[in-house]
């Protein structure tokens, strides 16, 4: 059974007309905690959200943006690196039944940017919606300013030090003279 996401704002269809809804969500100190665990951060500072929610049928699209701030671990030193997220989200909700009924683990919808989730029970979770995209959002490897140094220090090579010599490189020496 899975549990519970740390950050849950469910919207039930039925609250839903025709005409777009404007909402904002914001998570608390005790859920940016546990995204902070979930995701592997040092901290989330803040997470919030800016949302407008369009029904059409079974079919919700959700668009707006999500701001956190948050502290990653370099992955050199595990030093704390400050993090601003300011993103756009496009998502599409369907139904289960809907993807389920497609074969497919998604269904591409018109906007090329546009991530599909499924729901069932006739409810969309918006705050684990905004916590993947946070999450999505984040650089993958953090770097500090000393990163470098301690890399260096480590004996790892840089990209530069580690691409390979040109094949000509011999040979344009022998041709300077310089073997």
């Given at each position: 059974m899975n549990a519970a996401p740390e950050f849950s704002r469910p919207r039930r269809l039925d609250t839903l007309g025709g005409q777009p809804v404007?909402?904002?969500?914001?998570?608390?100190?005790?859920?940016?905690?546990?995204?902070?665990?979930?995701?592997?951060?040092?901290?989330?500072?803040?997470?919030?959200?800016?949302?407008?929610?369009?029904?059409?049928?079974?079919?919700?699209?959700?668009?707006?943006?999500?701001?956190?701030?948050?502290?990653?671990?370099?992955?050199?030193?595990?030093?704390?690196?400050?993090?601003?997220?300011?993103?756009?989200?496009?998502?599409?909700?369907?139904?289960?039944?809907?993807?389920?009924a497609s074969g497919v683990e998604e269904i591409e919808l018109a906007a090329p940017d546009c991530e599909v989730i499924g729901y069932a029970g006739g409810a969309i979770d918006l705050g684990e919606a905004v916590a993947e995209t946070m999450a999505l959002a984040l650089d993958p490897f953090p770097r500090s300013a000393d990163a470098e140094r301690t890399l260096k220090d480590a004996g790892v090579l840089s990209e530069d030090e580690a691409r390979p010599a040109s094949p000509f490189a011999a040979l344009k020496d022998r041709l300077e003279g310089k073997d």
């Open positions: 404007a909402l904002a969500i914001e998570a608390d100190e005790a859920e940016r905690a546990a995204l902070a665990e979930r995701f592997g951060l040092l901290s989330v500072e803040a997470l919030s959200a800016d949302l407008t929610l369009v029904r059409d049928g079974e079919i919700v699209t959700v668009t707006g943006r999500v701001a956190a701030r948050v502290d990653q671990a370099c992955i050199a030193t595990g030093d704390p690196v400050p993090a601003s997220i300011n993103e756009p989200l496009l998502i599409r909700f369907l139904p289960d039944s809907l993807l389920a």
